[in-house]
């Protein structure tokens, strides 16, 4: 994320206002930010703080209707749901090579 956005550790810290040694910590996976500082990387960043927690918008409600949707089919229309999302799943894994 720095590298798409032209900046360094020390460019981030001097943006938010947090030590150099924490950034360093954050990235590295060593500590994870309270949320009062994600905010303030988030906004350093321009980007949505809960993709940079790793929250990867899956939406609870919406698995929900799929899976009371994908319940109500019969046994046959099932299968026929889960090839093609075993397909469009497969392409998706080879585009991303």
Sequence with gaps: MLETRGMRQIDLANKTGL???LI???L???YEPKEDRL???AAALNCDPLWLAGYDGIDEDED???MTMFRSLSAEDKK???KILQYLTDANKKDDR
Excluded: M, N, P, R
Aim: hydrophobic share 30%.
């Design 64 to 66: 929900k209707e799929f």
């Design 24 to 26: 360093h910590g954050y």
């Design 19 to 21: 030590d150099k040694a």
């Design 80 to 82: 026929t749901v889960t």
């Design 39 to 41: 905010q303030l990387i």
């Design 28 to 30: 590295s996976g060593k």
